[in-house]
Nanobody, 118 residues
Framework: QVQLVESGGGMVQPGGSLRLSCAASGFTFSSVDMSWVRQAPGKGPEWVSTINFGGGTTYYADSVKGRFTISRDNAKNTLYLQMNSLKPEDTALYYC???????????WGQGTQVTVSS
């Protein structure tokens, strides 16, 4: 079955960095676009970033552009999110999600918590 497992979250001070990972299994990872989505307490889901199946095309929400970098290693079936210059407003539960055509998130991981606090 499709499985997505996020890791790498934690607590950091403003300005710090974290690298999130998402281990994928149960499908042909290299053929599917992937996204990161986050949800802060009391807020709805917020799209963060998307990378196409080959890794050559990326998209970012304006709120993270220039600070976050999405990448993937198809040989390892792993998705990454490098987060730099973290801000308190980045505090959220971060999910990786599969994004097959026509462009919706059909499977999500369990999430990994990111807390940015001084």
């Amino acid at each position: 079955q499709v499985q997505l497992v996020e890791s790498g979250g934690g607590m950091v001070q403003p300005g710090g960095s974290l690298r999130l990972s998402c281990a994928a299994s149960g499908f042909t990872f290299s053929s599917v676009d992937m996204s990161w989505v986050r949800q802060a307490p009391g807020k709805g889901p917020e799209w963060v970033s998307t990378i196409n199946f080959g890794g050559g095309t990326t998209y970012y929400a304006d709120s993270v552009k220039g600070r976050f970098t999405i990448s993937r290693d198809n040989a390892k079936n792993t998705l990454y999110l490098q987060m730099n210059s973290l801000k308190p407003e980045d505090t959220a539960l971060y999910y990786c999600a599969r994004e097959p055509p026509p462009g919706y998130w059909d499977y999500w991981g369990q999430g990994t918590q990111v807390t940015v606090s001084s």
